[in-house]
């Protein structure tokens, strides 16, 4: 088993900056790929970033490329997801998954392993 648990969700104004981070336990962090993912309301879950097991690769949806970055750091057990000029379209609930993979993955049944969230909201 591996526990995930998101924290530096909160408010934010449009154009400001947050950093998410997603601390494991349980197995070896390095093990894993990592992602992030989100789900505003009324909308279905939707990729935000992934990266592989070292930090080699990373992949981001086309709706945050340039504004976010995701990182780890396999010495702490921590990914993170730096947040830049935040729109209120990137309001939502942020989850941080770990995938049984090396590889980095956009697909979300590629994951084995979810936080519980943490709520971003971005005002106009």
């Known amino acids: 088993q591996v526990q995930l648990v998101e924290t530096g969700g909160g408010l934010v104004q449009a154009g400001g900056s947050l950093r998410l981070s997603c601390a494991a336990s349980g197995r070896t962090f390095s093990n894993y790929a990592m992602g992030w993912f989100r789900r505003a309301p009324g909308k279905e879950r939707e990729f935000v970033a992934t990266?592989?097991?070292?930090?080699?690769?990373?992949n981001y949806a086309d709706s945050v490329m340039g504004r976010f970055t995701i990182s780890r750091d396999n010495a702490k057990n921590t990914v993170y997801l730096q947040m830049t000029s935040l729109k209120p379209g990137d309001t939502a609930v942020y989850y941080c998954?770990?995938?049984?993979?090396?590889?980095?993955?956009?697909?979300?049944?590629?994951?084995?392993?979810w936080g519980q969230g943490t709520q971003v909201t971005v005002s106009s």
């Open positions: 990266i592989s097991w070292n930090g080699g690769s990373s």
């Open positions: 998954a770990a995938a049984g993979r090396l590889s980095s993955s956009s697909y979300w049944n590629h994951y084995d392993y």
